[in-house]
């Protein structure tokens, strides 16, 4: 990454789409650049001299979105668009997270994909890529490729989640990180709507990114209002956020 590519990553690609995606991208690249600091790259496929997809990849140590594990690189996130599949842009990306992982000693690389219809972290891909499933869950799954049979696989992070009630206030858990767009964005929303029920609401924020936030409750992203999970996989709408906070409220005891 680059000046001339660091809006279409911290968009994720979503270039002039809208003020909010923009100002997401804004927040997240201060982030990213810091992270550098701490083993964060970022590479970008280019097409054209355009860029077509990008990929991070960091020591698991440190990566906000996981898996649990050490001594191994992660890569929490790989995006190639439509025009960029077939012509080697999401190969070359994983070539490039791999050697980076090289060069910093990792025993490894891994990441959590995907088993579905949709090209984002594909599991499928990785294979083709020589990379093992290590474990399945549905349509998740974490795979690797090993560089030093000392390695130890990685784990999915459990979710340690407890709901704390707090008397006459509806409390939200809000879970998020700044790896990811969805999640910044969405975290956002409830700060905003939260507050336009003022004293009656409590928001908790667990930021992810914090490597011991994540380490305790096992959870990147997640918004719980009453011990309650919500979730759109995009990223929560205001008007759905909206009227579960006011359902809550709208309960005997509330």
């Known amino acids: 990454m680059d000046p001339s590519t660091e809006y279409f990553v911290g968009t994720c690609s979503h270039v002039g789409e809208s003020a909010e995606i923009d100002a997401c991208g804004r927040r997240r690249l201060g982030w990213l650049n810091e992270m550098r600091e701490r083993g964060l790259r970022v590479h970008v496929a280019l097409l054209d001299s355009g860029p077509v997809g990008f990929i991070y990849s960091m020591p698991i140590e440190v990566s906000p979105w996981g898996p649990a594990g050490r001594d191994l690189t992660a890569i929490p996130c790989l995006w190639v668009l439509e025009k960029g599949r077939g012509v080697g842009a999401g190969r070359g990306l994983v070539a490039e997270a791999e050697k980076e992982a090289r060069e910093r000693k990792s025993r490894g690389v891994c990441t959590e994909a995907y088993y579905w219809d949709f090209w984002f972290l594909p599991g499928g891909f990785y294979e083709k890529l020589g990379y093992a499933v290590v474990e399945r869950r549905g349509e998740r799954a974490l795979l690797w490729k090993v560089f030093d ?40 929303r409830v700060r905003e709507v939260a507050a336009e029920f003022g004293d009656r609401v409590l928001l908790n924020e667990f930021p992810a990114h914090d490597a011991g936030v994540r380490d305790r409750y096992g959870l990147s992203r997640g918004i719980y209002v009453n011990g309650k999970e919500i979730f759109w996989g995009y990223e929560a709408p205001r008007e759905g956020i909206r009227e579960t906070v006011q359902q809550a409220l709208d309960l005997p005891g509330a």
């Open 149 to 188: 049979s000392s390695a130890e696989p990685p784990r999915f992070f459990e979710n340690a989640y407890r709901h704390a009630p707090v008397p006459g206030k509806v409390v939200i858990d809000l879970y998020w990180n700044r790896l990811c767009q969805t999640s910044e964005i969405e975290a956002q």
